[in-house]
């Protein structure tokens, strides 16, 4: 077995690909291996402007130091958020591991002081059935929506990608544009590469959900909430989205994300 012998000097937890989690192997010569969590499939480095490929690159990437320090900030709030919640959620036997229905979402926000906008949509949560199928899964979800039901090969073969990589956003909007029976037929669907969570809010506000792409990975946001705190001597307001996450295979998971969390690359309309 090749590398048998190599030496390993450390081994720990990362998120690539935006929101993955991977384990960083590093051995004698500061050679440095990432795999993924779930399969342990090593992850190749990857471009972050490439929205859906699904390869390595720090959720932090291009970003200055005060950009980092924030995020940071940011990332803490919400561990403190997210164990607030676990807590109450424990105490009324709500296995945040098994997802969130409607019912449990309403149980935690009469007991937890949110505040703010909120407004959740019934999309069903579809896993990817490869690595690279995220954008796939993501249209599936979508269609399912409107009451269009595609299976991930068909998908796959209308957008001519999701075999063996992910797929650019010309090749999704080809089968959200795709005439019946070889897509939506949602002519109107359009890239936005400069996405903000208003827009994103005013299409769920219109029934619509969004195609989500973080850099190196596509999701759909089906809900947004808005948690207002006040300090002091001022107010301010978090955004998040509610995701359904077709990662890992097999798997997905559906989760609260907080919007400036995390470099958001791009939207997709489907209208």
């Known amino acids: 077995m090749k590398n048998s012998s190599a030496k390993i000097l450390s081994a720990e937890l990362v998120a690539y690909a935006g929101n993955r989690i991977g384990v960083q192997v590093t051995q004698i010569g500061n050679k440095k291996t990432i795999y993924d969590a779930a399969d342990f499939t090593v992850i190749p480095e990857g471009d972050p402007k490439n929205a859906t490929d699904g390869k390595a690159f720090s959720p932090i990437d291009g970003l200055n130091e005060t950009q980092k320090s924030d995020r940071r900030k940011i990332w803490d709030q919400d561990d403190k958020h997210s164990a607030f919640i676990g807590a ?73 990608c999701g075999y063996t990589s992910g797929c650019y956003d010309w090749q999704i909007l080809k089968y959200f544009k795709g005439t019946y029976y070889y897509g939506l037929s949602k002519y109107g669907s359009y890239s936005d590469w400069s996405p903000t969570w208003g827009e994103i809010r005013s299409d769920i506000d219109n029934n619509r959900p969004v195609l989500s792409a973080i850099s190196g990975h596509a999701r759909v946001a089906r809900g947004y909430q808005t948690v207002d705190s006040c300090g002091t001597w001022s107010c301010s307001t978090t955004y998040y989205l509610y995701i359904n996450d077709p990662w890992a295979p097999w798997v997905g998971k559906v989760y609260w994300e907080n919007w400036n969390s995390i470099w958001h690359v791009l939207n997709i309309h489907v209208r």
């Open 88 to 160: 109450k959620a424990k105490a009324k036997g709500i296995d945040l591991a098994k997802g969130l229905s409607e019912k449990n979402l309403s149980d935690l926000r009469g007991d937890i002081p949110l505040g703010g906008a909120y407004r959740v949509l019934s999309v069903p949560l579809y896993a990817q059935e490869n690595n690279v199928k995220c954008a796939v899964a993501s249209a599936q979800m979508i269609a399912a929506w409107y009451g269009v039901y595609h299976s991930q090969n068909w998908i796959s073969y209308i957008m001519g």
